[in-house]
């Protein structure tokens, strides 16, 4: 998460859970609702991304982000979709503990944000 934000100068926080307000069959307007309340408790400024990653069921997972009005400058629509397809090529690579898992998400995805990179440089 510290290379994530060196690289991109958007600060990264990560909620990991299983359910949203105590939901597991929940809405993306739950989640949405959630997200904002949470980024609004946490921080005080639009500088700041929040992914959210929940796994209500095992080998189902639902990513999502919230990304400050600041931080939509660097982060935008393009940009969560490199988030995204990074969460999505290293879930099923069974050799990576969670925390191994989300450090490559933020690392690879900062790279290649700002640097150009591409993700077959991770193994």
């Given at each position: 998460?510290?290379?994530?934000?060196?690289?991109?100068?958007?600060?990264?926080?990560?909620?990991?859970a299983?359910?949203?307000?105590?939901?597991?069959?929940?809405?993306?307007?739950?989640?949405?609702?959630?997200?904002?309340?949470?980024?609004?408790?946490?921080?005080?400024?639009?500088?700041?991304?929040?992914?959210?990653?929940?796994?209500?069921?095992?080998?189902?997972?639902?990513p999502?982000?919230?990304?400050?009005?600041?931080?939509?400058?660097?982060?935008?629509?393009?940009?969560?979709?490199?988030?995204?397809?990074?969460?999505?090529?290293?879930?099923?690579d069974?050799?990576?503990?969670?925390?191994?898992?989300?450090?490559?998400?933020f690392?690879?995805?900062?790279?290649?944000?700002?640097n150009?990179?591409?993700?077959s440089?991770?193994?």
């Open positions: 998460m510290r290379s994530f934000y060196q690289e991109t100068g958007v600060q990264p926080y990560l909620i990991i299983d359910q949203v307000n105590g939901k597991k069959n929940y809405t993306d307007a739950d989640v949405e609702s959630y997200l904002r309340k949470q980024y609004d408790e946490l921080f005080e400024d639009d500088g700041h991304l929040i992914l959210f990653f929940c796994e209500a069921y095992e080998n189902y997972y639902d999502y982000l919230l990304v400050g009005e600041k931080a939509a400058t660097v982060i935008d629509t393009e940009g969560e979709n490199v988030i995204y397809t990074a969460i999505d090529r290293w879930y099923t069974g050799s990576l503990t969670d925390s191994e898992y989300f450090a490559r998400i690392k690879a995805s900062g790279d290649a944000l700002m150009g990179t591409t993700f440089e991770y193994r």
